[in-house]
């Protein structure tokens, strides 16, 4: 399917800055017109044709919805009408209502009020941190899926070539997971250096890079955003960030030594943890993940992002 690409004005700032200049063009949705309850999932219509509370897409994987529009009031100007839509987690865009979009179903609209929509509650680098956040989670849901069904492929008959023995099945589960947190891993350090890279843009005065400082990864970064630029977070004495040290370590025993654990603190961090285990094989300790703790490592990543962002854009504003 080929539709016109959608052209969105993205509004960016936190809530604090300017929430006071948007307002709901009006109160009350009234019904959907007959002609949405006529349409068809995968229709391609103009965004003007849906109904408030109407979900769409571009065509591609991503999905949003149709809210009440807002109107821009900024000092000096004359008033904006943004013909708006969220997506992700409260994240809003605005857009020409002559753009192509997908129909995907029709919603009933509840009073505005009700729906418990935040004005900019999230800034776009936010909303696209929970869909990534939200990625994973279905990311590894699949994966344990397609894990349960080669375990319940496998085949007793040990001449058959084409299918897994009970040993391989294990080794492919330990790999996968493995992969998959070292894929969390670099997701979080990329967006700790992206903070710092994107701070630095936005303020002119300051004058020292990320690639200034010594060191690399999260270490790097941690001390460029308290360093460089003095953030409120408190990264001293803070058990989320104690635990997201840890996750280094065992990204660091999964990339740099095979799953081998040779780190003595390491392995009395792994003993005390049920959700990881090692096993010996040929007089090595291997590093073993599973589901829970990679559930875990989402959950912990994006509490730590979400908490970060918060504070940073509270240093911004001040």
Not at 126 to 133: A, D, L, R, S, Y
Not at 162 to 178: A, M, N, R
Not at 246 to 261: A, D, E, L
Not at 296 to 313: P, V
Request: charged share 25%; glycine share 4%; net charge negative.
């Amino acid at each position: 399917m080929t539709i016109t690409p959608l052209h969105l004005t993205f509004v960016t700032r936190p809530a604090q800055v300017y929430s006071s200049c948007l307002r709901q063009v009006s109160s009350s949705i009234g019904p959907h017109k007959e002609l949405n309850m006529q349409m068809k999932k995968n229709d391609v219509v103009k965004f003007s044709q849906l109904q408030i509370g109407d979900y769409f897409s571009d065509g591609e994987r991503q999905k949003y919805r149709k809210v009440p529009p807002r109107e821009l009031c900024l000092p000096g100007q004359s008033p904006i009408t943004l013909n708006v839509f969220y997506f992700q987690s409260n994240c809003y865009a605005s857009i020409d209502p002559e753009s192509e979009c997908v129909f995907i179903k029709y919603v009933a609209w509840k009073d505005w009020k009700s729906e418990n929509l935040n004005d900019l509650e999230y800034t776009i680098t936010e909303g696209e941190i929970e869909h990534q956040i939200e990625f994973f989670t279905r990311y590894l849901e699949t994966l344990q899926s397609f894990l349960e069904t080669e375990a319940d492929n496998i085949s007793e008959d040990c001449f058959d070539d084409e299918s897994l023995s009970p040993q391989e099945v294990g080794e492919f589960i330990d790999l996968l997971y493995s992969s998959f947190f070292v894929s969390l891993y670099s997701f979080l350090e990329t967006q700790l250096n992206n903070e710092c890279r994107s701070s630095q843009q936005e303020d002119p005065t300051i004058k020292v890079s990320l690639g200034d400082l010594n060191g690399l990864g999260l270490v790097r970064a941690k001390k460029y955003l308290t360093k460089v630029l003095d953030t409120s977070f408190q990264f001293g004495n803070n058990p989320l960030w104690e635990q997201i040290q840890w996750y280094n370590k065992i990204r660091n025993c999964i990339v740099h030594n095979n799953n081998v654990i040779t780190n003595r603190q390491l392995k009395e961090y792994i003993t005390a943890h049920k959700s990881l285990k090692s096993v010996v094989f040929f007089g090595d300790d291997y590093l073993i993940l599973n589901k829970q703790f990679c559930l875990d490592a989402i959950s912990n990543s994006g509490y730590f992002l979400r908490t970060l962002y918060y504070h940073r854009r509270a240093d911004k504003i001040n």
